[in-house]
């Protein structure tokens, strides 16, 4: 056995701190360090020793990881980028239906109001409040297509917006602009599922 591989089976074989922080750009999800305790000039988050292992024993690097903001799990999550990339590969080419009947509050509902002649899109207020309590930074943009009804491969329109932007404002607005939106056709809204709950609702009066 070589010096090599015996120092990399020592190093493997040590022990990681129960507790462990990991400090990370909050704007770009990019880790500044790995330590038994954070830094308060950082952001930072408790992960389980074991995902770091690998960090720690030198067989990946910082740069293969990444901090992501899990809007199910309402937390910071250390993910890896070859694990991210997979998912969401998965998800933009997964379209979701965003259902029309839906009790209770939602995370997300994109109001057709045909009197106002407008696509409102709002984020509840629950969510809203408790992200930007956070301080959660999110650049991503998120995309609607406005279908014939039921069926995705005929697009009237598409809506785009950053989900920074509409967790920081009231609503986000999209003025009618197309024949069918004045005639207040029957459409579909498809969306890669970004969120956990959606909610289409059209107003009629």
Not at 1 to 15: P, R
Not at 184 to 197: D, G, I, Q, R, W
Request: net charge negative; hydrophobic share 35%; aromatic share 12%.
């Amino acid at each position: 056995m070589s010096e090599a591989s015996t120092f990399l089976d020592m190093i493997q074989s040590l022990q990681v701190p129960t507790k462990t922080f990991v400090e990370f750009d909050t704007d770009t999800g990019e880790l500044i360090r790995v330590g038994k305790k954070g830094n308060d000039d950082n952001s930072y988050i408790e992960v389980d020793a074991n995902s770091i292992t690998e960090i720690m024993s030198g067989t990946k690097t910082m740069n293969e990881y990444k901090v992501v903001f899990d809007i199910g799990l309402k937390e910071y999550t250390l993910r890896e980028r070859g694990d991210l990339e997979t998912e969401n590969d998965h998800v933009y080419n997964t379209l979701y239906e965003v259902p029309m009947f839906v009790d209770g509050d939602c995370d997300l509902t994109i109001f057709q109001d045909n009197i106002k002649q407008s696509w409102t899109i709002k984020v509840s207020k629950s969510l809203r409040e408790f992200l930007n309590s956070e301080a959660v930074n999110i650049n991503s943009n998120i995309f609607f297509s406005i279908t014939a009804k039921y069926d995705p491969n005929i697009l009237l329109r598409s809506l785009r917006l950053s989900v920074n932007d509409l967790i920081k404002t009231d609503e986000f607005n999209f003025p009618f602009e197309s024949k069918f939106e004045f005639k207040n056709n029957v459409v579909s809204v498809y969306t890669a599922k970004y969120f956990e709950t959606y909610k289409h609702e059209v107003i009629n009066e």
